[in-house]
């Protein structure tokens, strides 16, 4: 039953995305952390995370911008990288608090500068123990047709450096 209902939610929501004739392709990252999956989505729930990437990863990220709302579903998001300026600009269409799951649409830039037609980030915090849990990265992409030949893709390295941050930042506080 879960997985019908799954797939039944995976098919409305490609329909919604524009994607119901493309196959999205997936880049994951994965890292376990030593404290608590609900003190870990607090950072994720918001804009905490993407706050505190920029902080900590001065020579990628300018600045991030928050175009619209306050983090929650409908936020609007963008970041501005160094050098050359270039940006990434995502909508949230989904925040799940029972879940932990927070799932972006790109808007503009990104893999979609370069010939991708749709990019999806999606973050998971996984509980594994009381004490213990795993964010989980994905990026779902499709290519437009008259690119598949360069094959573009999203760059995972930021989620993943954002993910170490996070584990580096609440590991040291939650032992302190």
């Not at 209902?5 to 890292?31: D, N, P």
């Not at 902080?55 to 600045?63: E, T």
């Not at 963008?78 to 050359?84: N, Q």
């Not at 269409?93 to 927070?102: H, M, N």
Request: net charge positive; proline share 2%; charged share 20%.
């Amino acid at each position: 039953m879960l997985k019908q209902v799954s797939f039944i939610f995976f098919l409305l929501f490609s329909c919604c995305m524009g994607v119901e004739s493309q196959t999205l392709k997936h880049l994951t990252h994965e890292l376990e952390v030593n404290v608590p999956a609900s003190n870990l989505w607090k950072l994720y729930r918001h804009l905490e995370i993407s706050m505190l990437a920029a902080q900590d990863l001065k020579n990628v990220i300018q600045s991030v911008d928050v175009l619209k709302g306050d983090g929650g579903v409908g936020t609007v998001l963008k970041l501005i990288f160094v050098p050359g300026n270039s940006s990434y600009t995502e909508k949230f269409i989904l925040v799940d608090d029972q879940k932990r799951v927070k799932v972006a649409k790109g808007l503009e830039g990104g893999c979609l500068a370069i010939g991708c037609s749709v990019q999806i980030v999606r973050f998971d915090i996984i509980e594994k123990t009381n004490a213990s849990c795993i964010i989980r990265s994905d990026i779902a992409y499709a290519v437009k047709k008259e690119f598949e030949v360069n094959d573009p893709k999203p760059n995972i390295q930021l989620l993943a450096a954002a993910a170490q941050i996070a584990k580096r930042h609440l590991e040291s506080t939650h032992n302190a």
